[in-house]
């Protein structure tokens, strides 16, 4: 790393300008520096690798082919086919808890999502049909996993390795530029308990949900009562002999989102669309989004609006916080019709929001079923019948559905080594940091989707990912164009940032005491999963690059940070079809 640092000759300070006779000491070219002989503008050769053909990773290919010139780009997906969690997750129930018209692309919408919460299926068709339909397969190679990773600081690049899951072949590849998509929810995991395998019965994890699965008449236990379990369980419910809902701690579980909008008087577009009981859109409606682009529109804007309004709702001292709170205690009540038993054990003492909320109205109802039985404590382990508590009770059943969720610490399922080490053993050791939640100090020209305290739980993912992507395509820029070999986020600026995250993290109820994987697993620490601020803070803060952030090594063997000027030429002058004359029609004075 080179610092480069400015100097001001104390002699010429406060002496004009130099006389007709004498020459500027300054002009006298440094030893070993020549000009360039390129104009400004010109993009060199580089080489970006991807990890993850998600929705992160189908938006970086569309974004760097927007932005850049004179580059490659690669995919490696350990997946047989595209879409991430979207491929993997299939257990019965599965959808996502975002309204539909604000999960997908900005520049992909889709007219006809057949629900109000879009299910698993439809999704994951939605990521392959954008993906075919865009030319993007070219750009992935799908069952392959990168298994290690090496920053080498004297070529400046990443040295990778890459499983092929099909042959087992190994090996090695390189970027300039390593882009991380994984997501924060794939990598799944085994609860931590003890003789797991002494089990003689089905045990399976919502994960890696077996097609073949039938559950009738079946003694079946679930565990976990986050948004997998909540919507996983009342799918089980009806057909099963007896269903066990064995749970740690309480979670929140507000209304339908059109009830509440309805009830806050927000979203009246809603009154403009038909939906049947399960929330279906009426063919109706899905012919007049198909036919109306004035009012399909509207109802994205409208929906996206509302989404983007929910940061009150866990601000612990706002009065909405306590308002929506208690509206949610008392619809959770009446859904549990009233059930001292079930309401002590369900409804949490801890503060609206210290939880991810999932909405859950079939859940609620389930657990009221004379075929359902709720198990609040710690499991002391598995037996050969069932699942032994903590108070010695052993819970005999045919099946356990682990609905315990993934791996949520942040650290990288293979190993990360930059500057200062692995980043598999610094976030283990140190709570996990990253700038803006997509670079991290120490590994240069690394870039991650989702990082530590991303806007994870305030909305859509897509239009994170296509301001996330917007991002990382200009810091890769400036690099490509302005002779900068690799670029890092400074230790100071992570250290601060991470500072004011600190400090702003008490005002939510994110940071009250409760287990959350908002606070990776724990009950109590800092908040690692979450922006300090809205989705629309988010969005402002990535609106500009703070290049004084950054440390910088350049590609000029004198370490000149000025070398990309070239030869004083401009590539926007030497494009024969370009205009020279392009301020003009935007003059220079006129507010952007």
């Known amino acids: 790393m080179v610092t480069v640092r400015h100097s001001v000759e104390p002699s010429r300070v406060g002496h004009g300008a130099p006389t007709a006779n004498s020459q500027p000491r300054d002009v006298v070219p440094s030893a070993g520096y020549s000009v360039r002989e390129q104009p400004l503008g010109s993009a060199k050769k580089i080489r970006i690798v991807g990890i993850g053909a998600g929705l992160s990773g189908l938006n970086m290919i569309r974004t760097l082919r927007l932005d850049l010139t004179n580059y490659e780009f690669i995919i490696y ?27 997908q692309f900005s520049w992909r919408p889709k007219h006809d999502w057949s629900n109000f919460h879009a299910t698993a299926k439809e999704i994951g068709d939605y990521l392959r049909q954008v993906c075919d339909e865009e030319g993007m397969r070219d750009s992935i190679k799908t069952s392959h996993q990168i298994t290690a990773t090496r920053w080498v600081e004297s070529e400046g690049i990443w040295q990778l390795q890459v499983k092929d899951l099909n042959s087992g072949t190994v090996t090695i590849d390189w970027a300039h530029f390593l882009v991380d998509g994984t997501g924060i929810l794939n990598n799944w995991n085994w609860p931590d308990i003890k003789d797991l395998q002494r089990f003689k019965g089905t045990l399976i994890h919502t994960a890696r949900w077996p097609k073949n699965f039938d559950h009738t008449n079946k003694r079946i236990a679930v565990i976990g009562n986050g948004a997998t379990g909540i919507q996983v369980f009342p799918e089980l419910q009806p057909r099963a002999n007896k269903i066990y809902h064995i749970i740690r701690t309480p979670t929140w579980i507000p209304p339908p989102r059109i009830q509440a909008w309805k009830m806050m008087g927000q979203a009246e577009i809603m009154n403009e669309i038909q939906l049947d009981e399960h929330e279906n859109f009426s063919p109706q409606t899905i012919a007049r989004f198909k036919s109306d682009p004035e009012f399909y529109h509207r109802f994205v804007k409208a929906i996206e609006t509302e989404i983007n309004k929910t940061l009150p709702i866990v601000e612990a001292a706002n009065p909405v916080h306590k308002y929506a709170e208690a509206k949610v205690k008392e619809y959770m009540t009446a859904m549990l019709k009233g059930n001292e038993k079930l309401c002590k054990a369900l409804i949490p003492t801890f503060p609206l929001g210290c939880r991810r909320l999932t909405p859950g109205h079939s859940y609620l109802q389930s657990l009221t079923k004379p075929n359902v039985e709720v198990k609040v404590g710690s499991i002391r382990g598995f037996v050969p019948e069932g699942i032994e508590l903590e108070s010695g009770e052993v819970v005999e059943v ?21 500057r200062e080490g692995n980043l598999q053993d610094i976030w283990t050791k140190n709570v996990p940091k990253a700038y803006m939640s997509c670079a991290v100090a120490g590994l240069p020209n690394y870039f991650t989707f989702l990082g530590p305290n991303a806007p994870i739980g305030h909305g859509s993912v897509f239009t994170l990912s296509e301001h996330i992507a917007k991002y990382i395509a200009h810091a890769i820029k400036k690099c490509q164009t302005e002779g900068i070999k690799a670029i890092s986020p400074s230790k100071a600026a992570v250290e601060d940032y991470f500072k004011h995250i600190s400090a702003f993290m008490p005002r939510t109820a994110w940071a009250a005491e409760g287990r959350s994987w908002f606070k990776a697993g724990r009950a109590g620490g800092p908040v690692v999963a979450l922006h300090p601020g809205s989705r629309i803070h988010f969005f402002h803060m990535l609106g500009s690059f703070r290049g004084e952030d950054w440390d910088y090594v350049y590609d000029d063997p004198t370490k000149n940070r000025f070398a990309y000027l070239g030869n004083g030429y401009s590539t926007k002058e030497l494009d024969p079809n370009g205009d020279v004359s392009w301020y003009l029609d935007a003059p220079a004075t006129s507010t952007p």
């Open 77 to 103: 997906e350990k997946n047989p086919d595209v879409g991430g969690t979207w491929f993997e997750n299939r257990y019965p129930g599965c959808r996502c808890d975002i309204p539909s018209h604000s999960y």
């Open 398 to 418: 045919d099946a356990i559905i682990c609905a315990t969720g993934y791996e949520t610490t942040f650290r990288p399922r293979f190993p990360v080594i930059g």
